[in-house]
């Protein structure tokens, strides 16, 4: 049972492009999470996802950032007009109940 | 809102036992988790408790749990180099409406040869 997977692994954008950051969860779990850790920052929440819809969107900026779970496919995270302050490691993670979240291993986002 | 606290950083020598102290403020709290992240990685789950226990033990790790005073920690005994790490606390609370996984800033251990 593969774990979940993230990719890609590291994305380089220069500042005004778009970042798209997939996430594949494990099989079975119906419930997608993004995080985003800075440099020497703790885990911050962006969102939290099921199947088809968006639970909480509480961490995320409303303005640039938007996330899906489509019923076929990975969850996307997008970045629209990426500045310099969105360079940072994006991790997601999945559960079947929310119970215990499982995390992939992250994309590192380096706008330059 | 919920909140979650670790200290930043701490240092032992090999051998000697780990002691990884967090706070949270979350009442409702269900579980409280530990987790691990190494260098470049992803986070990985170490243990977790559910909050009608004092106390949960899994090999080198002690978790302990104060419910009155919101106080969880980790302790690893014959701490190795391999555990140097940042561990993060977690609690899975009630919040909008679900059940919500809020994490610490994470706690840098550096074992020291």
């Known amino acids: 049972n593969a774990g979940v997977m993230q990719n890609p692994r590291h994305l380089v954008r220069r500042r005004g492009q778009e970042a798209r950051l997939r996430c594949s969860p494990m099989?079975?779990?119906?419930?997608v999470y993004w995080y985003r850790q800075l440099p020497e920052e703790g885990l911050k929440f962006m969102v939290y996802?099921?199947?088809?819809?968006?639970?909480?969107e509480s961490g995320m900026p409303k303005e640039r950032f938007s996330a899906e779970f489509p019923k076929e496919g990975p969850s996307i995270l997008r970045i629209q007009q990426v500045v310099r302050g969105d360079s940072a490691a994006y991790f997601c993670?999945?559960?079947?109940?929310?119970?215990?979240?499982?995390f992939g291993s992250g994309t590192q986002l380096s706008v330059l | 809102g919920e909140d979650v606290e670790q200290s930043l950083f701490l240092s032992v020598r090999e051998g000697d036992s780990s002691v990884i102290n967090c706070t949270y403020t979350?009442?409702?709290?269900?579980?409280l988790y530990w987790y691990k992240q190494e260098p470049g990685a992803g986070l990985q789950l170490l243990t977790y408790?559910?909050?009608?226990?004092d106390m949960k033990q899994d090999q080198r790790l002690t978790v302990l749990l104060n419910k009155k005073d919101k106080h969880l920690s980790l302790r690893i005994a014959d701490t190795q180099t391999g555990d140097s790490a940042i561990y993060f606390c977690?609690?899975?609370?009630?919040?909008?409406?679900?059940?919500?996984?809020?994490f610490g800033i994470g706690t840098k251990l550096q074992v020291i040869p």
């Open positions: 993670a999945s559960s079947t109940d929310n119970e215990k979240l499982f």
């Open positions: 099989k079975g779990h119906s419930h």
């Open positions: 996802l099921q199947k088809e819809n968006i639970i909480d």
């Open positions: 979350d009442s409702s709290s269900t579980y």
């Open positions: 408790i559910f909050s009608n226990m």
């Open positions: 977690a609690e899975r609370g009630s919040s909008g409406g679900y059940q919500k996984v809020t």
